[in-house]
């Protein structure tokens, strides 16, 4: 999990240092006159020039990964990150406040007055300025909640599980299916209890029930989800331990579509 979390923050680190890097060479291309007033020399301005990416080559690239980080852990702004690069679909005509960078990429030009200081193209970059300003603050949105993401990421590593619980069952190993199921209810719930500081029984085992119960002690959960946990703890059972009576298939699938309920809603 560590490894994990850690190479997400390689990542977003990677993303930005190439991000400042395209942020450059789109100012160059649009904004020359700007730029060589930042060199001494026309050869530091040619060197610094080359030795930066060509934008339209290495967008595309950049943009799709940095979009599925922003959705995994900033989807409240994939829209916004999202539209600063798409052609709006209800678009007629462009100008410089719908001007995209799918347009830049194209070589499209924007008509702007007389009296504004750089025509063309250069209407993509507050849109390039605006999606790399996302990508950098994920860096204070990952520090300040990793105990949100470490969270996400248990979320999907239970996906997974459940993914191949359902696979077992469709194959018709009910009670193999069941077990595997199981074990996700019981990590989970025990997980939600150490977020909520919940004081549990001095057993070396807890079962499912002992966990469930705690956390309606404390309030943590009502009675009726009490109950709904409680059913799907009699069937992990009599899938794990109750060989006498063999699991129906109706009964697993109940048990796994219970459990991914309660990973995603109960926190």
Known sequence: MSYTIESYKKDIERLVEEGDRLYYSMLFECKPDDMRKTYKTRKEFDDAKKSLPDFREEYQAWYSEAKIIVKYLLPDRLEDFSKYYEMPMSRKYINYENYCIEDFLQGLLVSLPDD??????????????????????????????????????????????????????????????????????????????????????????????????????????????????????????????????????????????????????LF
């Open 116 to 265: 504004f200081p750089h025509k063309g193209m250069s209407a993509a970059i507050p849109k390039f300025q605006q999606q790399l300003a996302i990508i950098k603050g994920l860096r204070k949105r990952f520090e300040s909640s990793l105990y949100d993401i470490r969270l996400h990421l248990q979320a999907e590593m239970f996906d997974d599980e459940l993914d191949a619980a359902l696979y077992l069952l469709k194959n018709g190993f009910n009670r193999a299916a069941g077990a595997m199921a199981g074990v996700v209810l019981e990590r989970h719930l025990k997980q939600v209890c150490i977020n909520h500081d919940v004081k549990l029984p001095k057993k070396k085992h807890l079962t499912i029930s002992d966990l469930n119960e705690a956390l309606k002690q404390e309030d943590i959960i009502d009675t009726a989800d009490w109950r709904r946990i409680q059913l799907l703890g009699d069937i992990r059972n009599k899938c794990d331990h109750d060989k006498n009576v063999e699991p129906i298939k109706s009964e697993v699938l109940e048990l796994i579509d219970g459990i991914k309920k309660v990973t995603q809603t």
